[in-house]
C-alpha cells in the first residue's frame, strides 16, 4: 500500500472548523451515541432472556442491533476523538482498515432488512407454512451467507481504494475513510472503481431491494385480500416500521453512492453521511424494535423484577 501512495497519513477534516461547533458536535455525537448502544443493547438483552422472544423475527432483529452499534463504533469513536483534537490525523492504514469495516458491517444492514421482509413475507402470506420456511437453522443460514458476501465485497473494494496513488492533498473532507471522498481525493484514474461500485455495488444493493419489493408486492396482495378493516390495519402495521427503514436506508445510500464523483457536494454529502451513518442507527431501535408489543412486555416484565427485587432488598 505505502509503495502505491505518497501519503502516510490523511487528515480528516470533519463536519465543521469551527470551535464553538465542534464543542456542540462532540456533545451531541456523544449522546447519541450512549443513547443508540444502550437502546440497541438492552434489546439484545431482552431477546436472549426472555424465551418469548426466541423466534425468528427477533433473531433477526438481535443481529440487526448488533450491527447497528457496530455501524456507530466504527466511526463515532474517531469523529469524538478528532473533535477535541486540534489535528484530526488517520493513518493510511487505519483509513483502508475502517472503510473495509464500514462498507462490510453497513452493507449487512441491507441484507438483514431483506431477511426480515421474507420472515415478513411468509408470516402473511403462508402463515400455516412459517415455521418450515423461517426457522432458526434458515435464520443461521441466511444470516452467515449475508456476513460472506459482505466481507468479500467489503474486501474487493477495500483492495481496489489501497491499490489508488494520493500524491496531492492529503484532506479528506469528511468525518471518516469512505469511498466517494477517498476516489475524489485520489490522483489516480478512479473510473475502474467507479465502474466496480455501479455494477457489483449497485448489484449489492438491488439484489437485496428488489427482493424486498417484490415480498411487499405479495404482502400488499395477500392484506388487500383480507376482509376486515381491522385485520388489514393490523396487518400494515406489522409491517409499516420495515418499510420505513427501508425507504431511509436507500435513499440516503442511493444518492451518496451512485452518483459520478464529480457531483460530490462537500457539505451536502457529509450531511447525508451523518444522516445514514449516525441518525438512522439511532432511530431504529425506537423506529422497529422498541415500538414491538412484544419487546415492550418483555422490558416490562424485566422491570417488574427489578422492582421486586429492590423492595426484598429494603425488606430485608
Known amino acids: 500500500m505505502k509503495n502505491r501512495s505518497h501519503s502516510t497519513e490523511f487528515i480528516l477534516l470533519g463536519l465543521s472548523d469551527r470551535l ?7 456533545i451531541f455525537f456523544l449522546f447519541t451515541y450512549m ?19 426466541h423466534s425468528p423475527m427477533f433473531t433477526f432483529l438481535s443481529h440487526f442491533s448488533f450491527v447497528d452499534i457496530c455501524v456507530l463504533t466504527i466511526t463515532v469513536p474517531k469523529l469524538l476523538a478528532d473533535l477535541m483534537s486540534d489535528r484530526k490525523s488517520i493513518s493510511f492504514s487505519a483509513c483502508i482498515i475502517q472503510l473495509y469495516f464500514f462498507l462490510c458491517i453497513g452493507n449487512m444492514e441491507f441484507f438483514l432488512l431483506a431477511s426480515m421482509a421474507y420472515d415478513r413475507f411468509v408470516a402473511i402470506c403462508r402463515p400455516l407454512h412459517y415455521t ?13 451467507s449475508s456476513w460472506v ?16 496513488s494520493f500524491c496531492g492533498s492529503n484532506q479528506i473532507h469528511h468525518f471518516f475513510c ?9 490522483c489516480s484514474n478512479t473510473s475502474t472503481n ?14 437485496p431491494f428488489l427482493f424486498i419489493i417484490a415480498s411487499y408486492v405479495g404482502i400488499i396482495s395477500a392484506i388487500l385480500k383480507i376482509r376486515s378493516m381491522e385485520g388489514r390495519s ?4 406489522t409491517c409499516s416500521s420495515h418499510f420505513t427503514l427501508v425507504a431511509l436506508f436507500y435513499g440516503s445510500v442511493f444518492f451518496m453512492y451512485f452518483r459520478p464523483s464529480t457531483s460530490f457536494t462537500l457539505d451536502y454529502d457529509r450531511v447525508v453521511s451523518v444522516i445514514y451513518t ?27 423484577r427489578m422492582n421486586m427485587s429492590c423492595r426484598m432488598s429494603c425488606r430485608m
Open 20 to 26: 464553538e461547533h465542534q464543542k456542540l458536535l462532540f
Open 35 to 53: 443513547i443508540t448502544v444502550l437502546a440497541d443493547a438492552t434489546i439484545l438483552i431482552l431477546i436472549k432472556i426472555d424465551p418469548q422472544l
Open 132 to 144: 418450515s420456511m423461517v426457522n432458526k437453522r434458515v435464520c443461521l443460514k441466511l444470516v452467515a
Open 149 to 164: 458476501i459482505t466481507s468479500v465485497h467489503a474486501l474487493l473494494h477495500t483492495l481496489m481504494t489501497s491499490q489508488l
Open 178 to 186: 469512505d469511498l466517494p471522498p477517498l476516489l475524489k481525493l485520489s
Open 194 to 207: 467507479e465502474l466496480v461500485i455501479f455494477t457489483e455495488g449497485g448489484l449489492m444493493l438491488l439484489g
Open 234 to 237: 393490523k396487518a400494515f402495521s
Open 278 to 304: 449516525i441518525l438512522i442507527p439511532m432511530a431504529n431501535p425506537f423506529i422497529y424494535s422498541l415500538r414491538n408489543k412484544d419487546i415492550k412486555r418483555a422490558f416490562q416484565k424485566v422491570i417488574g
